[in-house]
């Protein structure tokens, strides 16, 4: 049998709204948006590595010093690269 890799922390949607100090409805949301989460039935559930990237989707844009925004390569998942790439392959072309 081959070696299998730990499963990571396993939160109920309440444990990992209270990690991230978001609202139960917030903390569904953001999962769906970025993919960062299990549902089972009714229930919702997060990884370890889904609170991760749930936090690094939600980091502020860094400012320079005068106030301006500085142009910083964001972060995307797996998942968002690939919904991302899928929306852009399924737009229509205008004209036909």
């Known amino acids: 049998m081959p070696p299998t890799i730990p ?28 993919g960062s989460c299990s549902r089972i039935g009714r229930e919702y559930f997060f990884s370890e590595r889904d609170l991760l990237d749930i936090w690094q989707a ?3 844009m860094p400012t320079s010093s005068q106030g301006q925004a500085v142009n910083v390569k964001g972060f995307l998942s797996d998942v968002r690269l690939q919904r991302s790439l899928l929306s852009l392959s399924q737009k229509k072309r205008r004209g036909q």
């Open 7 to 34: 499963l990571d922390t396993i939160y109920t949607t309440d444990e990992a709204a209270e990690r991230l100090r978001v609202t139960r409805r917030t903390m569904i949301k953001l999962g769906r948006d970025l």
């Open 58 to 60: 939600q980091r502020a």
